[in-house]
């Protein structure tokens, strides 16, 4: 128990956005129409490329001067969160083109 | 940027840390409010921006303004060396996006995933070498980034095979304790480095042996999944890479990340649920118990007739109907017939006849397939109907036509409690005047049970591919 208390009351903040921003993302995608469950779940998709921060951070500080390991599996963190972040970011782009295509030509 | 604006704690900041961390709350805003405007049909594609926009924001506020713990700011050597990756890795999903076939959308999105799973792995990985193995919050966070982006990551890798049609399914009892343990073993190994103690060096093993645990984890938990399932899977292993991001942000306590990550873990878990309601299982069915070996059907009661019909009877059936609805399968995705089936419905439209589409939340193999793809064919979003909407119209429909879809229209799963598919909420076909059945051969469908259905009476049979079949019917109702 003391260790729980402990451990939440050093992380409490963490703890707090971590409780309220469930909430916010459950409150945030209810009711959502099923015309955009792919769009949704795709730009979803291209947000949680948001680990390309961590990436850079990893590279950012990373000994350059020989070529490691950490360095090399630092660049391809980055390539890969990139891909996930521009990929998704476009595709979704490309699918709600459509909807739009469609909707001026009825009107 | 250097200047010292204050203290916090007795920690000195300086200006341009105080600009950072303002630029990740308005990252976080702009991913919450562009979620929020995808969410609508006018504001999606705004919404997509913003969202992107505050990615770019975030990247670029990281690249110019972050500092270590010794206050040094990222080298220029580092910084060119960064923005190289980033032009490559944003250069190949650029054209990858842009060059795919909209029939091909589901397995872009799951490769766009397991990139996503795989760079929080590397993250965690990278990591955990600095990690202080006292601070047990620290030492969780860095594991579970580092299992949850790797499961991810090979999960969504099968994923993508599947649905490309390269990988089939591997179903066997066996395979469902085999799973269980290496989950159990997985947690466990996880747990022992929790306590492990010491310093990282030492562990190095124990880190190595529970990637490939992970991995092989999440290649074994999507095998057995597939076809009808495969909508809860994708929107699960979406929600996944979410939350190994934010596991990544405790690691910087980058509120960025973990405001991103949670958000999305968050609307991923959503979807999920409402893909399983979708099927009336529960999660936990779908990813332990695979369709077809559960369940005694009471298959083989009475087998019926299959009656085929002819193109000109279907041809006639069509053009002299009032109300006809189309009920949309993954048949009609594989066959890319979205085209034609639009061109049919134009030319009925022509003569009269009512026509809407009936759309099952989880037909086809991800979240609202049948709506993207039908999009792409020009066909109008009034004219896309959701189940429980279409419902109560059925018995006043003249015609339903079936292009590849079975399960969804199964009435075993009304009638016959011991269904396998019982309880699931179905497009009520049955209930129409005249039933039109497209479909590629005799077998079953994915859920590998009879659809008596196809034995009703008011049911005729159409043969072949859906493209083609639907090919032949337009030029017979041009011809009438």
Not at chain 2, 194 to 213: N, R
Not at chain 2, 272 to 297: D, E, Q, W
Request: with cysteine; net charge neutral; hydrophobic share 50%.
């Amino acid at each position: 128990m003391e260790q729980i208390l402990h451990f939440f009351f050093i992380n409490k903040e963490t703890i707090f956005i971590i409780a309220l921003s469930v909430f916010l993302g459950i409150e945030v995608i209810s009711h959502v129409p099923s015309v955009l469950h792919t769009p949704l779940m795709s730009g979803a998709n291209a947000i949680s490329g948001v680990i390309i921060i961590g990436g850079i951070i990893l590279v950012g500080h990373a000994d350059t001067s020989r070529l490691s390991m950490e360095l090399v599996l630092g660049i391809l963190a980055i390539i890969f969160a990139i891909l996930n972040v521009a990929g998704g970011f476009v595709v979704t782009d490309r699918m709600l083109e459509m909807f739009k295509k469609r909707k001026t030509r009825r009107a | 940027m250097d200047q010292i604006l204050g203290t916090l704690d007795g920690t000195p900041f300086t200006r341009g840390e105080a600009i950072l961390e303002l630029s990740y709350l308005i990252a976080a805003l702009l991913f919450v409010y562009g979620l929020k405007l995808l969410s609508h049909p006018e504001t999606a594609r705004r919404g997509n921006f913003y969202a992107a926009g505050g990615m770019l924001l975030g990247m670029l506020t990281t690249l110019l303004l972050h500092k270590n713990s010794n206050g040094q700011g990222i080298p220029i050597t580092n910084v060119l060396i960064i923005l190289t990756a980033i032009g490559i890795g944003t250069v190949i999903g650029w054209i990858f996006a842009r060059r795919i076939k909209m029939t091909a959308m589901p397995q872009m999105v799951s490769f766009f995933n397991a990139t996503g799973g795989a760079a929080s792995m590397l993250v965690g990985m990278l990591e955990f070498p600095n990690a202080d193995m006292n601070n047990l919050g620290g030492v969780l966070v860095t594991l579970l980034g580092l299992v949850i982006g790797a499961i991810a990551f090979s999960g969504s890798m099968i994923a993508y095979g599947k649905l490309d049609g390269k990988i089939g399914d591997i179903r066997s009892g066996l395979m469902k304790y085999v799973n269980l343990l290496l989950l159990i073993t997985t947690i466990a190994l996880t747990v022992y480095l929790l306590f492990a103690g010491g310093i990282p060096e030492e562990h190095t093993w124990a880190l190595y042996l529970l990637t490939a645990l992970s991995l092989l984890y999440g290649v074994l938990f999507v095998m057995p999944i597939g076809g009808a399932d495969m909508p809860v899977v994708i929107s699960l292993l979406n929600s996944l890479t979410g939350i190994a991001a934010a596991m990544a942000g405790f690691i910087y306590s980058n509120q960025a990340m973990i405001l991103g990550g949670i958000l999305v873990g968050a609307a991923g878990t959503i979807l999920t649920v409402l893909m399983c309601k979708a099927m009336n299982r529960s999660l936990l069915n779908v990813i332990i118990g695979a369709f077809g070996s559960t369940g005694s059907s009471s298959a083989g009661k009475d087998e019926g007739i299959l009656k085929e019909a002819t193109f000109s009877d279907a041809a006639i059936l069509l053009s002299y109907s009032q109300n006809v609805v189309i009920v949309p399968g993954y048949g009609l995705a594989v066959a890319q017939a979205q085209h034609v089936c639009r061109e049919l419905d134009t030319l009925l439209a022509g003569k009269g006849v009512n026509v809407r589409y009936a759309i099952h939340p989880v037909a086809g193999r991800m979240p609202g397939h049948m709506n993207v793809l039908l999009a792409e064919a020009d066909v109008p979003y009034s004219q896309l109907v959701e189940m429980d909407s279409i419902n109560p119209d059925m018995p006043n429909t003249d015609v339903v036509v079936i292009i590849g879809a079975n399960d969804v229209v199964n009435p075993a799963a009304i009638t016959d409690p011991g269904s396998p598919i019982a309880g699931m909420p179905i497009i009520r076909a049955f209930e129409a005047k005249n039933i039109l059945v497209m479909k590629r051969g005799r077998g079953k469908g994915y859920a590998g049970i009879e659809n008596e259905l196809f034995t009703n009476d008011k049911t005729r049979m159409l043969y072949g591919n859906a493209k083609e079949t639907l090919q032949k019917l337009v030029s017979e109702i041009k011809s009438l």
